[in-house]
Every structure is written in structure tokens, then in C-alpha cells.
């Protein structure tokens, strides 16, 4: 399509084809995800806006021997609870204080999805389980990790999020699906270590990145979205 072209309608339907059906896949299947193709999906996603272009973002690729090295130093340290104890976040993803209405739809995805899995909500044992299956990247083949400079303000982490938007409907359109992970910042400083982070790079969070297994329980979950109406107010005269 040309820069100032109209888009047909089958290009518009197919750029809310793959935004509309993006969901965050939670099982994958083993096959493998070309190395080209990552590429690919990077150098599109690339393109989001940041200001004054500075482009704020830096990607870590997983795969092979690599990515089980690092799922497995993070898996034994969440399956200890004194190594556990040690960790925790360098920034807050969620508010330290949860109100209303985001804590309904907190909980409502969550008992969601373990409703799906059959795991009962005073099964804790499952549930540490399942919250483990995050640091294999829940099996995808390629696991990404994503960190910014710790020089940069909350401005380049909103141009941060429109780049990770960027990747996930470019994997999207390419018949592959993801699933961003805030799960892994609370080990930023084994991912560090493993991935070998210059002192000021820090981590942003993770993704899985691959062909998401149709068979899977856990990847038929359908998250809700409030209408329009609800979050937005015109304002006209």
C-alpha cells in the first residue's frame, strides 16, 4: 500500500484481523519458529513511534539450549521458597493498591483461566505450578526478553509498550501467537546475570513467541473487553 493510499477493505480487515484475534496463548506447540522470521517480525515492529525516535527498546532471543538454561535457573528458584524470598521486582508492574474496577477483572481472568485447567481455587500446589510454567515461556520455541536503559523516563516506556503491541500483531499476522510476561521481573537480576545485561540496561518483561497448541484448555480462554462507551467520553461543543 502506498503511504498516502486509502487502505482497501481486505487490508483493513486483515489489520483487525490479526489485532482481534491476538489473546495471550498460554501452550505451544514444538514447532520451531525460523530465525528469518523473528527477524521479520522485529524489523516490522521496529516501526512503532517513540519520541524523537530514540527507539528505546532491546531484545534478547531465547531459543535451544539457551532458553532451557535460563527456565531452568528461574524454575528452581520458584520452586524454592527461601531462594524465593530473595527475589523481587525492581519496578511495579501493578498498582500496590488494587480498586475497583480493575480488581474484578483481575480476578475474574485469573479464576478463568484456572477454571479451564480444572484447578480448584484451594489447590495452591497447582497454582504454583501453573504460575511456573511462565519462566519455560509455556513451552513456546522462542522466548523473548526485552530491556530498556535505565536512563530512560516513563515517556520510552509508553513508546516501550507500542513496540511490544508492534511484535505481537506482526507475529499475529504471520499465524503465530505470543504472551507478554511480567512474571520474569521479579528475577531480573538472574536474567541479567544469564543474559549478560550491561549495568545500565534493565529488564522490561518477557514474551512467548510461537505457534500456540489448539488443543490446549488454557488457550481457549476469551478475555472480556468493556464497550466503547465505558472508557471513552467525546467531547464535541
Known sequence: MNLFDLPTEAETAAVDAAITTRRSM?????????????EEILAVASRAPSGTNIQPWQVHVLTGAAQKRLSDRLLAIHNDPQELARHEREYEYYPR???????????????????????????????????????????????????????????????YGMFLENIMIAARA???????????????????????????????????????DPAAAENQLVTERAPVAEFTRFHED
Request: glycine fraction near 8%; proline fraction near 7%; aromatic fraction near 12%.
Open 97 to 159: 493498591e488494587w480498586t475497583s474496577p480493575y480488581v474484578e477483572r483481575r480476578r475474574k481472568v485469573g479464576w478463568d483461566l484456572y477454571g479451564l485447567l480444572g484447578i480448584e481455587k484451594t489447590d495452591k500446589a497447582r497454582m504454583h505450578e501453573q504460575h511456573g510454567r511462565n519462566y519455560r515461556f509455556f513451552d513456546a520455541p522462542v522466548g523473548l526478553i526485552f530491556s530498556i536503559n535505565r536512563i530512560m523516563q516513563q515517556g520510552s516506556w509508553q513508546d
Open 26 to 38: 498460554r501452550a505451544y506447540l514444538p514447532t520451531p519458529v525460523p530465525r528469518s522470521l523473528v
Open 174 to 212: 504471520r499465524g503465530l501467537h505470543t504472551c507478554p510476561q511480567a512474571a520474569f521481573t521479579s528475577f531480573h537480576r538472574v536474567i541479567a546475570e544469564e543474559l549478560a545485561f550491561p549495568p545500565e540496561q534493565m529488564l522490561v518483561c518477557g514474551m512467548a513467541l510461537g505457534y500456540a
